[in-house]
C-alpha cells in the first residue's frame, strides 16, 4: 500500500527541527486524496457505543485502537504506517531509530463530537508492555467540512520548568482534511485541544494517531499514562488536581478516565 507522499520530506525536515514550542511539522494534503476520503468514510460514527469513552473533566471523546473494529482500509492503513518503509522515514526525520507499537497503545481512531475536549498534557512516556519510549507522534485529521468556528483546535503550548506545567500557547493547528501533524513528544510536549468542539449535530473531529517508540534516553520521564495539566479554572480544584494524579498512574488511571 502507498499513501503518505514523501515527495517534500526534506522540506518537512526543515520545518520540523528547532520548531516552537517543540519540533513539529504540520502538513497539508497529507495523503493521497481518494485514500483520505475512505478512510474518513470509515470512521464508525454510527458504533460509537463500541469505543472506549472518555467523559471526565480533563477529557471528552471516543477512541478505540482494536484492530478488529478497523475496516478494511483502514486495517490496512495501519499495518502501512507500521511498515519498514514508514519507519525507517519517520527515523530520518527525528534522527533517532525508531519502532513501531503493533498495539496502537493510546492510538487508533480519536473522535470528539459536540463538547469535546482535551486538556494540556504529556503524553505517556514508557510504554506500560514494551519499556520503550514514545518518542514520536503521527495523527492525521480526517474532518471534512468543518470550520474553524467549530474548534478542535490542537494548541502547543511551551513549558515552564518551575512550575513544571505547560506555560505559553505558541501555537493552535486549526483541524479539517487530509492535514498531518508530527511531533516530537520527549521535548516537555505539552499540547491539547485548545478550543473546545463546537459543532453541528453530524459532524465529529476525526483523527487518526499512531505513534512511533524508541530506546529510552538518559533521564526520560517515568510516567506510563498521560499527565495531564488543569485548565486555568480547574487549578484550585482539588478533586481535578486528584484526579490528575490517579490519571497519570498506570494502577489507578482506569478507575477516573473510561466511562466504557
Not at 495523503?31 to 467523559?55: G, H, K, M, T
Request: a negative charge; hydrophobic letters at 35%.
Amino acid at each position: 500500500m502507498t499513501g503518505i507522499d514523501f515527495n517534500e520530506f526534506e522540506d518537512w525536515k526543515v520545518k520540523f527541527k528547532g520548531a516552537k514550542p517543540f519540533d513539529h511539522v504540520v502538513i497539508d494534503n497529507f495523503l493521497n486524496r481518494e485514500l483520505a476520503v475512505s478512510l474518513e468514510s470509515e470512521f464508525p460514527i454510527d458504533r460509537l457505543q463500541e469505543l472506549y469513552s472518555y467523559n471526565n473533566p480533563l477529557e471528552n471523546k471516543f477512541a478505540s485502537n482494536n484492530w478488529n473494529l478497523f475496516s478494511p482500509k483502514t486495517y490496512e492503513f495501519f499495518e502501512y504506517l507500521n511498515s519498514a518503509e514508514v519507519v525507517e522515514k519517520m527515523s530520518n526525520l527525528v534522527g533517532v531509530k525508531l519502532v513501531p507499537d503493533y498495539g496502537l497503545h493510546g492510538g487508533g481512531w480519536h473522535i470528539h463530537g459536540d463538547g469535546g475536549k482535551l486538556n494540556p498534557h504529556l503524553d505517556y512516556s514508557i510504554h506500560p508492555k514494551l519499556g520503550l519510549q514514545r518518542k514520536l507522534n503521527l495523527i492525521i485529521y480526517l474532518s471534512s467540512n468543518w470550520e474553524d468556528e467549530y474548534g478542535g483546535h490542537l494548541g502547543l503550548w511551551s513549558h515552564n520548568p518551575d512550575t513544571r506545567q505547560p506555560a505559553n500557547l505558541e501555537r493552535e493547528v486549526s483541524i479539517g482534511f487530509n492535514k498531518a501533524l508530527i511531533f516530537d513528544t520527549t521535548q516537555m510536549s505539552w499540547h491539547g485541544i485548545s478550543q473546545h468542539v463546537k459543532a453541528p449535530v453530524g459532524l465529529f473531529r476525526k483523527s487518526i494517531a499512531i505513534y512511533y517508540l524508541c530506546e529510552p534516553a538518559i533521564g526520560a520521564l517515568p510516567h506510563g499514562r498521560a499527565l495531564y495539566a488543569p485548565t486555568a479554572d480547574q487549578k484550585e480544584n482539588k478533586e481535578i488536581m486528584e484526579m490528575i494524579q490517579k490519571r497519570v498512574d498506570v494502577q489507578s488511571s482506569s478507575q477516573v478516565y473510561r466511562t466504557q
